[in-house]
């Protein structure tokens, strides 16, 4: 097992790496980069009126000297050829340090652990709920396979599937959140303004009103996903002998269920732990983030890339992508404790020892 880690360990480092070098090769490429947007704006290039065309907004570094383009490009490091620039972004990453922001005076790092608490608010309470939810009612779906229960509950998860998270959210804020209707929950922000003069329990219900609507929209098309794999995986390993001999036996089917058939049958739901993590706190947020206005990662990483802020984009990567290794990671070591016939070790090693 720990020869096993240290080797996933190991082999995370070139993937990092590939990860990063690609990214960072792309966006070498990609148009209107900082040099060229600040030029814009001191050109006065951007600015859009009723006469001025798409087509006449672009005109590079016209209206400054070339002196002051090589200035712009020695500040924002341009002036060094691309293998060095990846060379210092890559050791300055060794030591956490993610680089200053072009646009936001402030360093990556702290830009953010600012916007930390909204999605680990919006991603930890719907992981949570869509993990409670959906296990145990695809349990009971299984239990009573083809039954009214099955067939209501089926259709309404398939539903909340079907409608995109931020075409609810707009429907909610039109009927809940003052739009047309009623105006019962916040559509704005975690808190209220008020927050502070607020008693402990005012507090607690106030946060919880205000992620209310936000909630409802991340989750509500996560559950069917989740609640199908439950049943289909605990379908399979319930129609097996083992199943059928421990019944001959006299077992209860709870002892059936949770003491056999459940380790068995909760390993292919583990399989989907890391990406339902790491897309619960870093993706899929984006849109009611803006919805419901709510400055998160998944808005930053979204402004960073129109901006063109090359150091909040890598930097962001780099945190996503080392996160998603490690639960992957963390994952596969689960397995040994849910099933021990999973063996990492190879067989010719097995029969050595």
Known sequence: MILYILKRLLLMIPTLIGILFFTFLIIQFVPGGPVEQL?????????????????NLYRGSNGLSEEHIQQLNKFYGFDKP??????????????????????????????????????????????IIVYAVSIPLGIKKAINDGSNFD?????????GYSIPGFVLGIGLIVLLGGGSFFDIFPTRGLIS????DLT?????????????????CLVIGSFAVMTMLTKNSFIDEINKLYVVT??????????????????????????????QFV??????????????????IGLLSYEAIIQRDYPVVMGTLFIFTLI?????????????????????????AQRNA
């Open 39 to 55: 030029v814009n704006k001191l050109s006065g290039l951007n600015a859009i009126t009723e006469s001025s065309s798409a087509s």
């Open 151 to 159: 067939i209501v509950s089926t259709t309404i998860v398939l539903i």
């Open 279 to 296: 897309s619960a706190f870093f993706t899929g947020s984006i849109l009611i983030e803006t919805i419901f206005s709510l400055d998160g």
């Open 200 to 216: 402990f329990f005012g507090k607690i219900t106030d946060y919880l009103w205000h992620i209310t609507l936000p909630i409802i």
């Open 193 to 196: 303004d008020n927050w502070s």
């Open 246 to 275: 421990a019944r001959a036996k006299g077992l209860s089917e709870n002892r059936i269920l949770y003491s056999h058939v459940f380790k068995n049958a909760i390993i292919p739901i583990l399989t989907g732990f890391p990406a």
């Open 324 to 348: 998603g290794l490690l639960t992957k990671l963390f994952t596969d070591i689960m397995y040994v404790y849910v099933d021990p016939r999973i063996k990492f070790s190879s067989p010719d």
């Open 82 to 127: 691309f293998f060095d620039r990846f060379l210092i972004m890559m050791s300055n990453y060794t030591v956490f340090d993610l680089g200053m922001s072009y646009f936001h005076n402030q360093s990556v790092g702290e830009l953010i652990l600012s916007k930390l608490p909204v999605s680990i608010t919006l991603g930890l309470w719907s992981f």
